[in-house]
């Protein structure tokens, strides 16, 4: 079994290459960030208070990052492991988690602070489906145009440069105690998240000692269908029954 943490400012990719090794590796991929969006795009209680969050430009509070975790955690679908990414936002929450899990490692992915803007200013949001697109590396095959629905690409409420370079002076000052403390375990695993995508999956499963594998582009994510709920969702179709069934905010209609 393998366990993983996988950390990185906004922008570094962080997302991306969970994916990419979890894909590989039969992994689960346990993102803080997807489960928010889910909740938003489906206009749950909790998907209510962390929009709110996300127009003020804020990070989401570090009490309700850890009840999804947990909540996550407690599905026990990892059975042959997991790479978790936007966890944790504290050193006592990486004390805690420490504590109950075996990780193997965690993955800091490094970025200059103005890569970091230059890529999130770059992001692009389908309003209509919510398909993320970005102008340096994703871009949409027609310009302003989603390639899945034919919506229209706008830029996210959040990334204004503002609340860019806030969101990242609270990332550093909030992580900083968390890679000191990781690295006193020796559990840190430094890549350099400036190249290309695939430059730095290969760096990481190197420095991981995990064998190549076949490093490929991951498939566009697509809208499903929640059953019952009749909303359409940007996440993984496996994982659709458990966002809609398993809310630790307690959900109350998917079309309110």
């Not at 004390?95 to 970091?116: C, K, M, R, S, T």
Request: net charge positive.
């Amino acid at each position: 079994m393998r366990k993983y943490i996988i950390m990185g400012p906004q922008g570094s990719g962080k997302g991306t290459q969970a994916k990419m090794l979890a894909k590989d590796f039969d992994l689960v991929h346990i993102s803080v960030g997807d489960i928010f969006r889910w909740h938003v795009q489906n206009r749950t209680k909790l998907g209510t208070k962390v929009q709110r969050y996300m127009k003020e430009g804020r990070l989401v509070p570090d009490e309700m990052v850890s009840d999804v975790v947990k909540w996550r955690l407690d599905i026990h679908d990892w059975r042959v492991g997991f790479v978790l990414d936007g966890f944790p936002r504290n050193a006592a929450q990486a004390e805690f988690f420490l504590e109950n899990f075996d990780i193997d490692a965690v993955i800091a992915i490094e970025l200059p602070e103005e890569a970091a803007v230059a890529r999130m200013q770059s992001r692009r949001l389908c309003s209509s489906c919510g398909l993320d697109y970005n102008l340096i590396q994703l871009r949409p095959k027609v310009p302003d145009v989603c390639d899945n629905c034919g919506g229209r690409l706008v830029t996210r409420a959040d990334d204004t440069p503002e609340a860019i370079r806030a969101r990242l002076r609270d990332y550093r000052e909030k992580t900083q105690p968390i890679l000191d403390l990781l690295r006193e375990k020796e559990l840190i695993v430094a890549v350099d998240g400036t190249p290309g995508p695939d430059v730095v999956q290969a760096e990481m499963r190197r420095r991981l000692a995990l064998g190549p594998g076949s490093i490929e582009a991951l498939p566009a994510k697509q809208p499903v269908e929640v059953a019952g709920a009749g909303v359409r969702s940007l996440i993984l179709p496996g994982l659709a029954w458990q966002y809609s069934r398993h809310d630790p905010y307690r959900r109350t209609t998917g079309t309110a």
